[in-house]
């Protein structure tokens, strides 16, 4: 943009402090990635110690990864890393943990600040001066605004993660496995399960995780429909004050509602959901819906086999997601991704349905090609699913 053009549309143009500010905000881009980053590291450490693993930790974690790579391997005939090893188990901070998720969805984040990008046109302007000021600012604080939302769920994100897939989406980053050591042992400790037990059950979950999200039914699959959600929200610049108008000053709870309103960031940032994320919804939901389900089935076999059958750890871990459940569902909200209790039972169930039909061998075809994940009806009907496999 000429400085012209930018003093032109910069209401503080004259005043030096405000005009370097308003330049430093409109060089940002869609979203200002230096507060994203700032705000999720808050989020993420809080009041609370964000310990550095020490080596006996790393030494833990990593052994215990050996056994259960292994049997990983052997439920999903899949590679969970290069040249017959598995991949390097890093222990690392809350704060790592955030900088690093991050990053990693840095492209789908940059792709929803690009779709909620106000379109205006030139009859759009207002005639009055400061109204046309007002219209102006907003838009040069968007990046901002759009920064400290996302970095702060990251960071809400991280604040209670054990490993590197809290979402089950792919991360770009092959090689390595992100594990938050001293959240595995605050949990064990809390919930008084065996320390060495939660940390293999941990592992487990990432191991099986990191095996089936590098498939080929995810790259070209479940993530591309995920960027095709996010880039078809469309800005909604009324959506806060219509969902203030709504609220009933009378009402006892009205306080706790504002405080939840300012909070949401489908509302901050001004996110509408459009038609075409009605279409995706359904496809989208039966994708994850088996990919967890399926990534659940591999998870309890494996437990079975280290841990023994009567584990309580899958449950624990579960009713910790329903607690810390508002964090996570934000960023699955504008990701597209649902993991309530109610979908991964779906998910659950389609693989037990086929598990009770062919066996298992057909399993690790699921995740083989995009075109063989099920579609919203076969979801709820393995049977179908089976057939239309038989037939390909």
Known sequence: MADGDMNASNPFGGIPFFNDMMRAMAGQGPLNWDLAQQFAQLGAVGDLPDPEPDTATRLAFNSLADIADM???????????????HTEILTTTRARWAHRT???????FTNLATALQPQNSDSDVPDDPMTA?????????????????VGSMIGALASHA?????????????SEILIVASSVDAFATEWEIPKDDLRMWVLIHELASHAVLAAPAIADGLTTLVQAHVSAFRPNPDALMSSLSDLDPADADAMAAVQNLFSNPMVMMGASRTAEQEAIAPVLDAHVAAISGYIDYVVDSVSARLLGGASPIAEAVRRRR???????????QLLGISQTRAQQQRGRTFIQGVVEREGTALLPSLVSAPGNLPTPSEIDAPGLWLARLEIQ
Do not use: F, K
Request: aromatic share 2%; proline share 6%; net charge negative.
């Open 71 to 85: 049997h990983v391997r052997a439920i999903t005939s899949l590679s969970t890393g290069s040249n017959d090893t």
């Open 102 to 108: 991050l990053t990693d969805l840095r492209p789908l």
């Open 162 to 174: 054990l490993g590197q897939y809290e979402i089950p989406l792919a991360r770009p980053h092959a």
């Open 322 to 332: 329903v607690q810390n459940g508002t964090n996570s569902h934000l960023v699955e």
């Open 133 to 149: 000021m007002m219209a102006n600012l907003s838009t040069m604080m968007a990046p901002a605004m759009m920064g400290m939302s």
